[in-house]
């Protein structure tokens, strides 16, 4: 509350720097909090034709597994899926987007030649092979939907740290401390009044007592 700040011109200027401080740091927050939108609206563009994608990849997918499926039997097509050796690796890096840090995921041996999937060429039919090549493309959707999504959610708190951080300046810190300054600026003023008054109360005390001594002095000198 106002009340509590001792109207001092040492605190109105300490005041005034803090008003002056947090002004800027508002601004710089509101810069970063507009950029951090524009930022995540661009993710989400991307984000939606990365679902869009993901879902057709699956759906192409699924239709060549089952059509394997039908034509093949379950024993074919898991006795290739078995026949893997070299599973995909995924390692995850981090990048800078105006200072959030989000995982920049890449995978390799996700995409294989007949030879690398450990199955004999000969031992199965071209469905189990496009089945093969569709699930590849499916997992390397999923990697790069895991990556854009994971990115939204960190902007995401990001954005929501930085709404908060520039609320409160904005609606608590910054009214307070024009409140404060309002109310020392005030009692300044009182101040000042006052002693003005008391100044000139006394110099009005001083004339008269100077008066009444000059007029006594002048009673002396006719008597």
């Known amino acids: 509350m106002a009340t509590d700040v001792k109207p001092t011109r040492k605190n109105l200027m300490a005041i005034e720097d803090r008003i002056e401080l947090s002004e800027r740091g508002h601004d710089t927050l509101e810069k970063k909090r507009d950029g951090l939108i524009m930022e995540f609206m661009d993710i989400l563009d991307q984000a939606q034709d990365v679902r869009s994608d993901l879902e057709d990849t699956y759906d192409t997918a699924q239709q060549r597994l089952d059509m394997a499926r039908a034509m093949d039997g379950d024993v074919a097509v898991r006795g290739a899926a078995a026949a893997l050796k070299e599973h995909p690796e995924i390692t995850t890096q981090s990048k800078n987007i105006m200072g959030v840090v989000v995982p920049q995921i890449e995978s390799t041996s996700v995409r294989k030649s007949l030879d690398q ?3 004999g060429v000969l031992g199965t039919s071209g469905r189990i ?23 939204m959610k960190e902007l995401l708190d990001e954005i929501e740290t930085t709404k908060r951080r520039v609320n409160a300046l904005e609606f608590k810190l910054l009214p307070e401390l024009n409140e404060n300054k309002e109310y020392i600026e005030q009692k300044l003023e009182e101040q000042e009044r006052e002693e003005i008054f008391r100044m000139k109360k006394i110099k009005d005390k001083k004339e008269a ?14 008597d």
């Open 129 to 151: 092979d496009a089945a093969a090549e569709a699930y590849e493309e499916l997992l390397e959707q999923i990697i790069l939907a895991a990556e854009v999504e994971t990115a």
């Open 209 to 222: 007592q100077e008066r009444a001594e000059r007029e006594a002095e002048s009673a002396e000198s006719e």
């Open 117 to 119: 999937r450990g199955y």
